[in-house]
């Protein structure tokens, strides 16, 4: 069975291919050919999500182009078959379907944690049957994603390790002991988050006054936020996506809430849906996130620079650990071939020094690896610290 890092390009389920031939190496056979690698990628490059879909599809073509540049792998260069599945479970098992018809060596994807865990439960499956790929998702982060099979493995902390973290962060970063949290009950990203976040306060002594919840389709929060404000919290946890935190934290500010919001690593990007002279709005907060861009280590300014000279903006974090995925694969597939056992076994074993950080993995294919706390204020994003949940 081959194995390689496939990659699923946008718009429209349309095929990418940045293919290019070099030789064999004696000790690995890979794609259908034999002369190039293949990698495959999923993700949402239209609708509702397609912005993240977007920041790994370009962190993995940034990647890939790079490696090719440098000679590829082995002597070979690398076949990029990317697919949308439009953010939806059934459209993502499609082009997992599809990837695996292409002989694909690996599979990056997908981005979401829903569309992850389906393609995960069928990948996890083959593998175990002795029929199946190396997946890796750069950004899914529900808990049981890296439950399905020895083949998958995720670059991202999971959501409950980030929830865990935060919440220390309040005690042990800010010095407060009272939070309230507004949260969307219809996502379970959102629900993951919280249910770690409640867990960890109540574990050292945080007390969480009040629990507000929203669906996916609210945009006035005025309710939830007045009821918070009763409650005289020091802290507002807001777990959920970057332009759903710019609307709350807007609200927020018009209600009087005047205390820090923290949050996950979704809200990565939330100065690019503010308006200029609204982004004091996220002032003196803290979210998580897998990197940052102000890191002075040499590995990250290079991809950063690169990056934005390539694409015009500053990369977020999905674009970051969608790098990374690229070039663990490579360092695999530099020691083990394309041979999909020794490939997982490779990936097991990996120690990776990245963009996001050292990379080794658990039992579970999960990594272990540090959680970065990023501070907002004036427009501008900074490291504020680094902090484990142990």
Known sequence: MKKTIAMLLAAAMTLSLCTACGSSSANDQSGASGTVIKLGTMGPYTGDLSVYGTSVLNGIEMAVAEINANGGIDGKQIELISMDEKG????????????????????????????????SDVAGDEYE???????????????????????????????????????TFVKEGLGLSKVAIIYDNSSDYSAGVTE??????????????????????????????TNI????????????YYEKVALIASQARKTGLEIPLLGPDGWD????????????????????????????????????????????????????????????LKQVIEEAGTDAEAMVEAMQGI????????????????????????????????????MSAE
Do not use: W
């Not at 404000?229 to 959920?240: G, I, K, R």
């Open 229 to 240: 404000q009763a409650t005289n919290p020091e802290a507002l946890f807001v777990p959920d």
């Open 88 to 119: 939806d479970s059934t459209e993502a098992l499609n082009a997992y379907n599809k990837l695996r018809s292409e002989d694909v060596d690996a599979i990056i994807g997908s981005v979401t944690s829903a569309p992850c865990a389906a393609v």
């Open 129 to 167: 049957s002795g029929d199946g790929v190396l997946v890796i998702t750069p950004s899914g982060t529900a808990q049981d994603i890296t439950t399905y099979g020895s083949n998958i493995f995720r670059a991202c902390y999971t959501d409950a390790y980030q929830g865990k973290v935060m919440a």
């Open 351 to 386: 120690a990776y020094d990245g963009v996001t950080g050292h990379i080794t993995f658990d039992e579970n294919g999960d990594p272990v690896k540090s959680v970065s706390i990023l501070t907002l204020n004036d427009g501008v994003v900074s490291l504020e610290t680094t």
């Open 269 to 328: 990007g939330v100065l690019d849906v503010l308006d200029a002279d609204n982004v004091d709005v996220v002032n003196g907060c803290y979210f998580a996130n897998h990197y940052s861009t102000t890191d002075t280590a040499e590995n990250v300014q290079n991809f950063v620079n690169g990056y934005e000279k390539e694409y015009g903006i500053s990369p977020t974090a999905f674009a970051a650990l969608a790098y990374d995925c690229v070039y663990m």
């Open 196 to 225: 770690a976040f409640v867990a960890q306060c109540e574990a050292i002594g945080v007390e969480v006054l009040a629990q507000e919840s929203y669906g996916s389709d609210n945009v006035d929060f005025s309710t939830q936020l």
